[in-house]
């Protein structure tokens, strides 16, 4: 069964460009989860999209936003970056959310560098 | 306000020696508990996790966990540490009404040394 997929794996960006990121879930889960994580903050929660809709979302500015396709797959996309953006983002997915097996499987992650 | 702590940053120990990383939580609502390995440039990869009974788990690797309510504690451990356990551990709580979100601590980074 293969696991999460995240493209792309490295990128280079400036300040004032915008990025989109992928994420292909494991087959079958429906539930994909987006996660920021920095050397000074950890791992942050950003939102969660369960069968196309925002179900939970954290607590980052508009210019975090994300969706999800019929086929599961998701996106997020970031404007205007701003050398904060400088993170791993990891794309994490799960059955249901976590809300039945509690389980998140996370994919390796898509390293955003912001000059 | 929802938190976990890890207490200790770095930990550094012998090969073939025991392990034990502390994490401590504050969460409201009935937690689920999980623990996390995330090798350098990897994703993270589940090690154990605590819903409800018996309060001792078993992981992968030959890890276990065990959940003390009264001390709002999930410490990993782990009898003998092996050269490939070196990577970074996180701690992480979930609840059933949180779909998708779990709360990381900061992670413990373990050295072993030869």
């Keep these: 069964k293969a696991g999460v997929t995240q493209t792309p794996r490295y990128l280079i960006k400036t300040r004032g460009q915008q990025v989109t990121l992928s994420c292909s879930p494991i087959s079958g889960h429906r539930s994909v989860s987006w996660y920021q994580q920095t050397p000074g903050q950890g791992l942050q929660f950003l939102f969660e999209y369960f069968s196309e809709t925002q179900r939970n979302k954290g607590n980052f500015p508009g210019r975090f936003s994300g969706r999800q396709f019929s086929n599961s797959r998701s996106e997020m996309n970031v404007s205007t970056l701003e050398l904060g953006d400088s993170a791993l983002y990891l794309c994490a997915s799960s059955l249901d959310g976590g809300a039945g097996t509690g389980e998140l499987f996370f994919g390796e992650g898509s390293r955003l560098t912001v000059l | ?114």
């Design chain 2, 1 to 114: 306000a929802q938190s976990v702590t890890q207490p200790d940053i770095h930990i550094t120990v012998s090969e073939g020696a025991s392990l034990e990383l502390r994490c401590n939580y504050s969460y409201g609502a009935t937690p689920y508990l999980f623990w996390y390995v995330q090798s350098p440039g990897q994703g993270l990869q589940l090690l154990l996790k605590y819903f409800s009974g018996d309060t001792l788990v078993q992981g992968i690797k030959g890890f276990e966990a065990e959940f003390k309510r009264s001390q709002s504690s999930f410490n990993l451990r782990k009898p003998s540490v092996h050269w490939s356990d070196a990577a970074e551990y996180f701690c992480a709580v979930g609840a059933l009404s949180n779909t998708g979100k779990l709360i990381f601590g900061q992670g413990t980074t373990l050295q072993v040394k030869p």
